[in-house]
């Protein structure tokens, strides 16, 4: 069986060590799309030693200055964080992530950690679909970097899931919802709705939204038509 399209992005990793350990688990799964996110600048050849057979994953990644430019392409983003949050994403375990990646297994698939320390911000996790949480003991809950990795990752490439049961519709992909959210800001700004400038929170509110609902390919051209008649009218 051919392993799913998922791309593994590193925010602002610390420690080379844990880029290599993150390399070496991915081509034990079969993955082979490493994305660092304003990596550590120090310690290569340590990351290479902890790669094990795997140094061509680290030698060929990608490296960006930002985590909207890193999930560019992908058609869902998932951010792996145990730090409660107050914004509107959905909450999900690894294995509701697999039953996604199994009902649309061609679609490219980024899944998100943090650094080592602070983990995710708040406006990187906006980026995302959604938040993923591991189950772990109140008593110790947080886990290294490359363990979070191991978990989540092993899951995602099992095949498991019920991805038949939502697999009903395409699923819209990120540069999809992005060009829908830049036409809905359009349209409320030309309408006056926004009561500050730019409406920054109003819209990370939409986008909480709409991931919420997993708006699926039609229902992005549905929603994308219907703003950009309701802007025209509003403009006239």
């Not at 679609?107 to 990187?124: D, P």
């Not at 979070?148 to 819209?172: F, K, M, R, Y």
Request: hydrophobic share 45%.
């Amino acid at each position: 069986m051919r392993p799913p399209r998922i791309s593994v992005i590193l925010c602002q990793t610390r420690h080379a060590g844990n880029i290599g350990a993150v390399a070496r688990l991915m081509k034990n799964l079969g993955l082979a799309r490493l994305t660092l996110v304003r990596p550590t600048a120090r310690g290569h050849l340590e990351a290479i030693r902890m790669a094990v057979g795997a140094a061509e994953i680290i030698e060929r990644a990608r490296i960006t200055d930002s985590l909207e430019e890193a999930i560019e392409g992908a058609g869902r983003a998932w951010a792996v964080t145990r730090r409660p949050r107050s914004i509107g994403k959905t909450t999900m375990a690894p294995e509701d992530v697999a039953a996604h990646i199994a009902a649309a297994p061609e679609m490219e698939t980024a899944i998100v950690f943090g650094s080592e320390k602070l983990g995710l911000s708040t406006s990187q996790v906006r980026l995302c679909d959604a938040i993923v949480t591991i189950p772990t003991s109140p008593a110790a809950p947080s886990l290294n970097l490359a363990q979070a990795a191991a978990i989540v990752l092993s899951i995602c490439t099992s095949g498991g899931g019920e991805g038949e049961d939502l697999a009903q519709e395409e699923p819209s992909t990120l540069a999809e919802r992005r060009i829908l959210y830049k036409r809905i800001e359009r349209t409320l700004a030309a309408s006056g709705y926004f009561r500050t400038e730019g409406g920054q929170k109003t819209m990370a509110d939409i986008e909480d939204l709409f991931s919420r609902a997993a708006v699926n390919r039609r229902d992005c051209g549905l929603l994308l038509g219907m703003f950009r008649r309701i802007q025209a009218a509003v403009e006239r």
